[in-house]
Nanobody, 121 residues
Framework: EVQLVESGGGLVQAGGSLRLSCAAS????????IGWFRQAPGKEREGVSC????????LYADSVKGRFTISSDNAKNTVYLQMNSLKPEDTAVYYC??????????????WGQGTQVTVSS
């Protein structure tokens, strides 16, 4: 059974940091790219970052460049999203997703349940 389990969300003040984790199981981790998405109330889902676990290549949305860092621990089948200098506009439910790495970061087959991140001003 494929599972993606996010953790690490919470409440933090503006300027603070959080590290999200996405633990994957049930598929060959190296064959997939893992992406982080977020959705704020009343807004469309937004792609935040993506990493190809096989070669470590990464992508970031302009809104998080320089503040967020995605990384992968292939031994643990886990992808992390280190979020620094958080802003109230980063408040959202954050989801991780997995898609075949042959599609780059454009197509996702599996999704986690999400973790809430709230940034207070």
């Amino acid at each position: 059974e494929v599972q993606l389990v996010e953790s690490g969300g919470g409440l933090v003040q503006a300027g603070g940091s959080l590290r999200l984790s996405c633990a994957a199981s049930g598929f060959t981790f190296d064959d997939y790219a893992i992406g982080w998405f977020r959705q704020a109330p009343g807004k469309e889902r937004e792609g935040v970052s993506c990493i190809s676990s096989s070669d470590g290549s990464t992508l970031y949305a302009d809104s998080v460049k320089g503040r967020f860092t995605i990384s992968s621990d292939n031994a643990k089948n886990t992808v992390y999203l280190q979020m620094n200098s958080l802003k109230p506009e980063d408040t959202a439910v954050y989801y991780c997703a997995a898609g075949p790495r042959s599609y780059g970061c454009s197509l996702y087959d599996y999704w986690g349940q999400g973790t809430q991140v709230t940034v207070s001003s």
